[in-house]
């Protein structure tokens, strides 16, 4: 299983970004695919969530508003269109699955890297 998370870049303040994650050999149609980051010095952090059974979806408060993920099961791949971008969003960014997005995260995949910068 390869799960992989890709589409990031150098974006300046207030641009967009859409990251996606695919996996090979893996249906990510029946997992939760949660969105992580980690920006230099810092903690791992849960960006946001989205469910397999009902897509509900799950977001960190610095990123509501702004940031939005989706899926598309026919493509084998998730979204995170991140907008309004801020100089604090850049980091690696991560996707993982797992059974519910209330739930441990077991599969994780090669992180894209995001920078926000003039």
């Known amino acids: 299983v390869q799960l992989q998370a890709f589409g990031g870049g150098l974006v300046e303040p207030g641009g967009s970004l859409r990251l996606s994650c695919t996996a090979s050999?893996?249906?990510?149609?029946?997992?939760?695919i949660g969105w992580f980051r980690q920006a230099p010095g810092k903690e791992r952090e849960g960006v946001s969530c989205?469910?397999?059974?009902?897509?509900?979806?799950y977001y960190a408060d610095s990123m509501k508003g702004r940031f939005t993920v989706s899926r598309d099961n026919a493509k084998n791949t998730v979204y995170l269109q991140m907008n309004s971008l801020k100089p604090e969003d850049t980091a690696v960014y991560y996707c993982?699955?797992?059974?519910?997005?209330?739930?441990?995260?077991?599969?994780w995949g090669q992180g894209t890297l995001v920078t926000v910068s003039s």
């Open positions: 989205i469910n397999s059974s009902d897509e509900s979806t």
């Open positions: 993982a699955t797992g059974f519910h997005c209330e739930e441990t995260f077991v599969e």
């Open positions: 050999g893996l249906n990510l149609n029946y997992y939760a």
